[in-house]
């Protein structure tokens, strides 16, 4: 395409220097478009932009920089701002093309102007952040480092959506079992103390969990990204390799004395309990005296439960068919507004046990319930359910029977149901309790 160097020196520095010092007579644009550099050339013969278009901003937002035409930088963000950004019906895919012209712009071009706009602007139309990263974070070994970046720029202050995407990923791709590339470089580009002074729950659970995995690991570059992420930590003022130390004390320990096993399964689920040392607590199931933690609850009555972490535990004694158990999880809202998700159970024979998992908050007729898997055939059975922001998980005996991930509920539903699913993922403010078992369940009392 032949261009007079005059006209084009004009409007940019850089090419006034190729062709004024440098003597250069032509300049290869194959990284360009054909249309989005007939685009660009006519810019700046008439200082219009009357050809751009959606489908070649990228490649002529990018000449207009890598050529230093300010007036055309400034003309790109107008459009941007008036036409990319300018969604039908909040749409995904729309919502997606804006988000990834703003993060190839800040990674190729350090340019911050749109990541800004796009911030501000899903913002400001109701964009639900949490379900739109977790989509955008969707096949995180794969993703690339520009996006985790941006994902991090998009949740800016609501780390709480970061961290949870960690934690799925560690859980259900990775299997609690090791850290890979991307999830130590976001390990290593949160920003901790924003994190922790935001959501310090939050902080301490995601700090807790990559600590125990981190414990498995003798690797010497993760021990010391994960003992720079816990840093400032109150649980992590000792090295990691102290805490291993503890950790195989502490099993040691437990391993000798006459307890009920809960095995090493439940370690790795229970993100909230309170255990310095990452090892499990045997607390007061040990024992069927209700004075040292077990009470009978009052048959088909409701009641509010204390909790720490909502971390759950109660005992069945007995074969009682078709009987249930139910939780009715009291979630937070947006402006104090509240969420009713229930978590059921029923009784068929010894080893068949049935679940429901609201999304609405009225149950299902039970016949059309998935069964919990794996469930032990014994008499007394120890139950511990525990919700995070991640899933919600039943161990029976040391045997994880259930495992229900809520993120990959929010990626895998139609648009009209995500946001029932994300409703899980949020904090509780308080579990209301039922069974219509007559004489063989026992809840563990909270101390």
């Known amino acids: 395409m032949r261009t007079n160097s005059m006209i084009m020196s004009l409007n940019s520095p850089v090419i006034e220097n190729l062709t004024t010092d440098l003597a250069q007579t032509s300049l290869e644009m194959d990284?360009?478009?054909?249309?989005?550099?007939?685009?660009?050339?006519?810019?700046?013969?008439?200082?219009?932009?009357?050809?751009l278009e959606k489908d070649i901003f990228e490649d002529v937002n990018k000449m207009a920089h890598v050529f230093d035409v300010s007036w055309l930088t400034k003309r790109c963000l107008k459009f941007y701002k008036s036409d990319i950004m300018n969604f039908e019906d909040d749409s995904?895919?729309?919502?997606?093309?804006?988000?990834?012209?703003?993060?190839?712009?800040?990674?190729?071009?350090?340019?911050t102007k749109l990541v800004n706009c796009f911030?501000?602007?899903?913002?400001?139309?109701?964009?639900?952040?949490?379900?739109?990263?977790?989509?955008?974070?969707?096949?995180?070994?794969?993703?690339?480092?520009?996006?985790?970046?941006?994902?991090?720029?998009?949740?800016?202050?609501?780390?709480?959506?970061?961290?949870?995407?960690?934690?799925?990923?560690?859980?259900?791709?990775?299997?609690?079992?090791?850290?890979?590339?991307?999830?130590?470089?976001?390990?290593?580009?949160?920003?901790?103390?924003?994190?922790?002074?935001t959501f310090p729950v939050k902080f301490k659970q995601l700090t807790n969990f990559v600590v125990s995995l981190s414990l498995q690991s003798d690797c010497a570059e993760e021990t010391?990204?994960?003992?720079?992420?816990?840093?400032?930590?109150?649980?992590?003022?000792?090295?990691?390799?102290?805490?291993?130390?503890?950790?195989?004390?502490?099993?040691?320990?437990?391993?000798?004395?006459?307890?009920?096993?809960?095995?090493?399964d439940y370690c790795n689920i229970d993100l909230n309990a309170e255990t310095e040392n990452l090892t499990h607590k045997t607390s007061a199931t040990n024992t069927d005296d209700p004075q040292l933690g077990w009470i009978m609850p009052i048959s088909s009555s409701s009641s509010s439960l204390s909790e720490d972490g909502f971390l759950l535990r109660l005992k069945t004694t007995g074969y009682e068919r078709e009987k249930k158990i139910r939780f009715d999880f009291i979630?937070?809202?947006?402006?104090?507004?509240?969420?009713?998700?229930?978590?059921?159970?029923?009784?068929?024979?010894?080893?068949?046990?049935?679940?429901?998992?609201?999304?609405?908050?009225?149950?299902?007729?039970?016949?059309?319930w998935p069964y919990l898997e794996n469930v032990p055939s014994v008499q007394v059975k120890h139950w511990t359910i525990t919700k995070t922001?991640?899933?919600?998980?039943?161990?029976?005996?040391?045997?994880?029977?259930?495992?229900?991930?809520?993120?990959?509920?929010?990626?895998?539903?139609?648009?009209?149901?995500?946001?029932?699913?994300?409703?899980?993922?949020?904090?509780?403010?308080?579990i209301k309790f039922e069974a219509t078992f007559e004489k063989s369940l026992l809840l563990e009392k909270r101390r």
């Not at 402006?335 to 009713?340: I, L």
């Not at 895998?412 to 409703?423: I, L, M, P």
């Open 31 to 51: 990284d360009f478009t054909r249309p989005a550099v007939a685009c660009f050339v006519e810019a700046m013969y008439t200082g219009e932009v009357d050809k």
């Open 92 to 111: 995904y895919e729309d919502i997606l093309f804006a988000c990834e012209i703003a993060s190839k712009a800040h990674y190729h071009l350090n340019q």
């Open 119 to 197: 911030v501000k602007t899903i913002a400001a139309r109701g964009v639900d952040k949490g379900i739109f990263v977790t989509r955008y974070l969707a096949g995180f070994a794969s993703v690339p480092k520009r996006k985790i970046d941006m994902a991090l720029m998009i949740a800016r202050d609501s780390l709480d959506i970061i961290g949870n995407c960690l934690m799925a990923y560690l859980s259900f791709v990775l299997e609690c079992k090791s850290f890979d590339e991307n999830s130590l470089y976001l390990l290593q580009k949160l920003n901790t103390q924003n994190f922790r002074n």
């Open 224 to 264: 010391a990204i994960v003992e720079n992420f816990v840093k400032d930590n109150v649980q992590a003022n000792e090295s990691i390799n102290d805490l291993k130390e503890k950790q195989e004390s502490a099993v040691k320990t437990l391993e000798s004395k006459d307890t009920y096993n809960y095995g090493a």
């Open 331 to 368: 979630l937070s809202g947006v402006g104090g507004s509240e969420h009713r998700r229930c978590f059921i159970m029923e009784c068929r024979t010894l080893d068949l046990w049935r679940y429901y998992i609201s999304r609405y908050g009225s149950p299902l007729e039970s016949a059309s």
């Open 389 to 430: 922001s991640v899933n919600l998980t039943v161990v029976c005996n040391g045997v994880t029977v259930l495992n229900f991930n809520f993120l990959s509920k929010i990626m895998n539903s139609k648009a009209d149901e995500r946001q029932f699913w994300f409703n899980w993922s949020k904090s509780c403010v308080s």
